[in-house]
Every structure is written in C-alpha cells, then in structure tokens.
C-alpha cells in the first residue's frame, strides 16, 4: 500500500553500504521509521529529503513492517538548520526528546504540531533556546507528567503565594509549604512566565523573547522535573552545553538559580 505523509525527519541513521533508516514523524501516521534505499549516496534523488529536520512529502510503500521511501519533496528544507550551528544543535535536541517520547503505531497530531512549529521558527531565525524550552514544556505530558499549575495541587487554592514543587508536581501555595521542603519560591512574574511556557499556543512560539535569566530560571526548573521524573537525559543537551560555554553562557544549566 502506498501512502502519502506530510512528515518531518527525527533522524537518519545509516544501514548497510547505501541505505538509510529514516524516522519520520508524520502528521497523518506518527513516528513511523522507513528504509530509504540507497540515500547515502549523495546522487540519490533520496539524499536530500532524508538529512535531519528536512520538512516535506513522503511517498512510502508499506504492507506489513517497515516501509520503504519511494520518495519525497521538499515543504521547507530548513536550510537555518542544516547551515547554523547553534540552530542545527537545539533542533537536534528537539529531535532526540520527541524521538524519546513519542511512541510508534498512532498519529500524533499534537506532537506533530509542536516539532513542526518550533522547527520552523528556528529556521526563520527566531531564538532558538527558548523555543526549545517551550518544546520541553509543551512535551511534559508525553513523558507522562501533566503539572498542575492552575491552582495549588495541594488544597487547590487559587490565590495567595505560590512556589513551584516537584514532589507535589506543580504549584504549591503558601499554606502548603510546609508539605515540601524543596521547594522554589515563585514572584508572580515568574508564576505567570511558567503558565505561559505550558499553556501558551503553539502558534505563537515565534514570539518568545526572553532575557538569559529568564530562560535559566525556566530551564532549571524543566530540565529537573525531566530528569527527577523521567529519568530522559538526552545525548544532543551535552553539544548545546558545550556550545553555551562558548557563548560565555557557563553554567547556566548547573547553577542555583538567584533570581527573585
Ligand atoms: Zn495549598
């Protein structure tokens, strides 16, 4: 049977002399990995369309088991994300986290959704680090951890003061502190910055423009409910790690966040 997918690829890995195992997330069938024969070779009229994040059509025969790529056109070719470092290095990230959460076997229009947005974004240049970061929030439930931020998640109270708990998994108002000594005290400012990354549209992923210690304080928190709750830690977060020493950005993963 020949299907149509509008898809994006997760990753390319090869197989054998020529060929190349490909993962696709589709719009329409999920991730779905296929054997694209021959794409290694450069001349290959599959070459092109299998590399990383490329954006297009997938014409692909399946019957039972993998399918094979017939072929594919591309939507967009990303071409930020093959050519800027900086870009190709968080869309690995993106790639490799949605790669890790997302299961074969059923559509997936959400998820689909959110790579195909913050891949696009990226590519026309937007900041890359906090688009990722709104990936990470966006992917929470995948990874089976659906924060309650609303209201407390303790005695359900909307208002007074609120800290951030990931023993209670979300927020914690004042009269409950006492139930988590761990706890991350929140301003209001940072209250509503942390609704924002989990409840703002994808659409508006694009617009995010927020300073260094803002996406610090965001990806600290994140980046701990990932590894306390999921165990996930991903091998592309080392190459950003390295790439943010660089930039003079040391330590923005590991230090003990002092804003307020
Ligand atoms: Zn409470």
Request: with cysteine.
């Given at each position: 049977?020949?299907?149509?997918?509008?898809?994006?690829?997760?990753?390319?890995?090869?197989?054998?002399?020529?060929?190349?195992?490909?993962?696709?997330?589709?719009?329409?069938?999920?991730?779905?990995?296929?054997?694209a024969r021959?794409a290694?070779?450069?001349?290959?009229?599959l070459?092109?369309?299998?590399?990383?994040?490329?954006?297009?059509?997938?014409?692909?025969?399946?019957?039972?088991?993998?399918g094979?790529?017939?072929?594919?056109?591309?939507?967009?070719?990303?071409?930020?994300?093959?050519?800027?470092?900086?870009?190709?290095?968080?869309?690995?990230?993106?790639?490799?986290?949605?790669?890790?959460?997302?299961?074969?076997?059923e559509?997936?229009p959400?998820?689909?959704?959110?790579v195909?947005?913050?891949?696009?974004?990226?590519?026309?240049?937007?900041?890359?680090?906090?688009?990722?970061?709104?990936?990470?929030?966006?992917?929470?439930?995948?990874?089976?951890?659906?924060p309650?931020l609303?209201a407390?998640?303790?005695?359900?109270?909307?208002?007074?003061?609120?800290?951030?708990s990931f023993a209670?998994?979300?927020?914690l108002?004042h009269?409950?502190?006492?139930?988590?000594?761990?706890?991350?005290r929140l301003?209001?400012?940072q209250?509503?910055?942390?609704?924002?990354?989990?409840?703002?549209?994808?659409?508006?992923?694009?617009?995010?423009?927020?300073?260094?210690?803002?996406?610090m304080?965001?990806?600290?928190?994140?980046?701990?409910?990932?590894?306390?709750?999921?165990g996930?830690?991903?091998k592309?977060?080392?190459?950003?790690?390295?790439?943010?020493?660089?930039?003079?950005?040391?330590?923005?993963?590991?230090?003990?966040?002092?804003?307020?």
């Amino acid at each position: 049977m020949l299907h149509k997918w509008e898809g994006i690829v997760l990753k390319a890995r090869a197989y054998g002399e020529s060929n190349k195992i490909v993962t696709l997330l589709t719009r329409e069938a999920g991730k779905v990995a296929v054997m694209a024969r021959g794409a290694k070779k450069p001349t290959s009229r599959l070459a092109g369309i299998t590399q990383p994040f490329m954006y297009g059509l997938y014409l692909v025969q399946r019957t039972t088991g993998m399918g094979t790529l017939q072929q594919g056109e591309h939507l967009n070719a990303m071409r930020t994300l093959q050519t800027d470092i900086r870009a190709t290095a968080y869309a690995s990230y993106i790639g490799e986290l949605v790669d890790r959460l997302v299961e074969e076997g059923e559509p997936q229009p959400f998820a689909f959704e959110v790579v195909r947005q913050a891949l696009l974004a990226i590519d026309e240049g937007y900041d890359p680090e906090a688009i990722a970061l709104f990936v990470d929030w966006k992917m929470l439930p995948f990874a089976g951890v659906q924060p309650i931020l609303h209201a407390c998640a303790s005695c359900g109270a909307a208002d007074g003061e609120f800290a951030f708990s990931f023993a209670q998994g979300g927020f914690l108002c004042h009269r409950c502190y006492h139930h988590d000594p761990y706890i991350i005290r929140l301003s209001p400012t940072q209250l509503k910055l942390i609704r924002m990354f989990y409840m703002m549209p994808i659409e508006q992923v694009g617009k995010l423009d927020l300073k260094p210690q803002t996406k610090m304080f965001i990806k600290k928190i994140v980046t701990t409910i990932y590894e306390e709750q999921t165990g996930i830690r991903l091998k592309s977060r080392n190459f950003i790690e390295q790439l943010e020493k660089m930039d003079g950005l040391d330590g923005a993963w590991h230090t003990n966040n002092s804003e307020n």
